[in-house]
């Protein structure tokens, strides 16, 4: 009864995958015809190509991957580096910057576009990746998680170290770290997926067409190719595809990064 629960679930994640792939394959008029087949008679694999370059989705893709990538950095080295202050260090008033910290995930994102914008205007940053990228370095629940995955650890090791003559440092760069890799990869595909599928974001951050993240250069195709369903989604299929490769990758530590939260 369960796995055929599970079954049913996983069929309705797919197949609205399966059918975006069907369809990018498909010729504009097998889309349009009633009934149309559910999948392409003869595969039409010049989609992909044709689609791609009725826009720069090179450079595109190449922004989003910069934007992704440098995101996913800053807010490993700012969760980390919070979440072992957190988890780890004594000083005055720890838990109530932490209980500020967290109330910031109770304000709307869309509330901190405006602010944000300012400051990145003010510095001259707007349609740059400093801009796209700098408000974005923090992650307050990337710190929540790795603090809580950080409190699980034992102790034990970490006296040990002392006891060897290792400092603060030491002990967080080749004790907890190595320890927190599921978190730290939680974390990371987190972020990644995050900046991949940002929408709202960069197209407020940018302005030309040079600096535009894929899921704005989506919005645009869709207004210029609106009736034409098959290139829509070879695009669409394009743009998802590196996320699912990236959850296939690390599968198994993302995994067990949930197991570790859900222990603390």
Same mark, same amino acid.
Do not use: C
């Given at each position: 009864?369960?796995?055929?629960?599970?079954?049913?679930?996983? *069929?309705?994640?797919?197949?609205?995958? +399966?059918?975006? !792939?069907?369809?990018?394959?498909? %010729?504009? %008029?097998?889309?349009?015809?009633?009934?149309?087949?559910?999948?392409?008679?003869?595969?039409?694999?010049?989609?992909?190509?044709?689609?791609?370059?009725? *826009?720069?989705?090179?450079?595109?893709?190449?922004?989003?991957?910069?934007?992704?990538?440098?995101?996913?950095?800053?807010?490993?080295?700012?969760?980390?580096?919070? @979440?072992?202050?957190?988890?780890?260090?004594?000083?005055?008033?720890?838990?109530?910057?932490?209980?500020?910290?967290?109330? #910031?995930? =109770?304000?709307?994102?869309? #509330?901190?576009?405006?602010?944000?914008?300012?400051?990145?205007?003010? *510095?001259?940053?707007?349609?740059?990746?400093?801009?796209?990228?700098?408000?974005?370095?923090?992650?307050?629940?990337?710190?929540?998680?790795?603090?809580?995955?950080? *409190?699980?650890?034992?102790?034990?090791?970490?006296? $040990?170290?002392?006891?060897?003559?290792? %400092?603060?440092?030491?002990?967080?760069?080749?004790? #907890?770290?190595?320890?927190?890799?599921? @978190?730290? $990869?939680? !974390?990371?595909?987190? $972020?990644?997926?995050?900046?991949?599928?940002?929408?709202?974001?960069?197209?407020?951050?940018?302005?030309?067409?040079?600096?535009?993240?894929?899921?704005?250069?989506? $919005?645009?195709?869709?207004?210029?190719?609106?009736?034409?369903?098959?290139?829509? =989604?070879? #695009?669409? !299929?394009?743009?998802?595809?590196? +996320?699912?490769?990236?959850?296939?990758? @690390?599968?198994?530590?993302?995994?067990? %990064?949930?197991? +570790?939260?859900?222990?603390?």
């Amino acid at each position: 009864m369960a796995g055929g629960a599970v079954l049913v679930l996983a *069929l309705t994640m797919v197949v609205p995958f +399966l059918y975006m !792939v069907s369809t990018a394959l498909m %010729g504009e %008029g097998d889309v349009l015809r009633y009934p149309g087949p559910l999948v392409p008679v003869s595969p039409h694999l010049g989609n992909f190509g044709a689609a791609l370059t009725a *826009l720069p989705f090179a450079r595109f893709f190449l922004n989003t991957a910069i934007l992704s990538v440098s995101v996913v950095a800053g807010q490993l080295v700012t969760s980390t580096t919070a @979440a072992y202050a957190f988890s780890r260090l004594r000083f005055p008033g720890r838990d109530r910057v932490f209980m500020a910290y967290l109330s #910031v995930l =109770m304000v709307p994102a869309v #509330v901190l576009l405006i602010p944000r914008f300012l400051i990145i205007n003010a *510095l001259g940053w707007v349609d740059t990746y400093a801009g796209l990228i700098s408000t974005e370095l923090v992650s307050v629940w990337g710190i929540f998680l790795l603090r809580q995955v950080f *409190l699980t650890l034992p102790r034990d090791l970490e006296d $040990a170290a002392r006891l060897d003559g290792a %400092g603060e440092w030491t002990i967080f760069w080749r004790v #907890v770290l190595p320890l927190s890799k599921p @978190a730290l $990869a939680t !974390v990371a595909v987190f $972020a990644f997926a995050n900046q991949w599928k940002s929408f709202l974001w960069p197209l407020i951050a940018t302005r030309s067409t040079e600096m535009q993240v894929v899921e704005v250069g989506l $919005a645009t195709f869709h207004g210029l190719y609106y009736a034409n369903w098959p290139y829509q =989604m070879a #695009v669409a !299929v394009t743009a998802v595809a590196p +996320l699912a490769a990236l959850y296939f990758v @690390a599968q198994r530590y993302f995994i067990r %990064g949930i197991e +570790l939260t859900a222990d603390g």
